[in-house]
């Protein structure tokens, strides 16, 4: 069985709350919850500013395999 950790889940067991870890990544709420909610991807600097806050591995953001489709190479490693 695969487990998948969000963003949502870590916050939301940590008890924090939206608007903390948007002061956290230091961007607006609104912005924060688009990204929570899959609408608008985090930046790299956010993943990382996010796994010292949950004090977790940057690589548990990432599904195992990645796709290249924007550079129009579909191969997947």
């Keep these: 069985m695969d487990?998948?950790?969000?963003?949502?889940?870590?916050?939301?067991?940590n008890c924090l709350n939206q608007e903390e870890v948007a002061e956290h990544l230091g961007i607006s709420i609104t912005q924060?919850?688009?990204?929570?909610?899959?609408k608008v991807r985090f930046y790299a600097d956010e993943i990382y500013k996010l796994s010292q806050l949950y004090d977790v591995?940057?690589?548990i953001f990432?599904?195992?395999?990645?796709s290249f489709g924007d550079t129009g190479d579909k191969t997947i490693i």
């Design 3 to 13: 487990i998948k950790i969000t963003p949502k889940g870590l916050r939301v067991s």
């Design 32 to 38: 924060y919850r688009r990204k929570e909610n899959g």
């Design 57 to 59: 591995p940057v690589n």
């Design 62 to 66: 990432f599904t195992e395999k990645v």
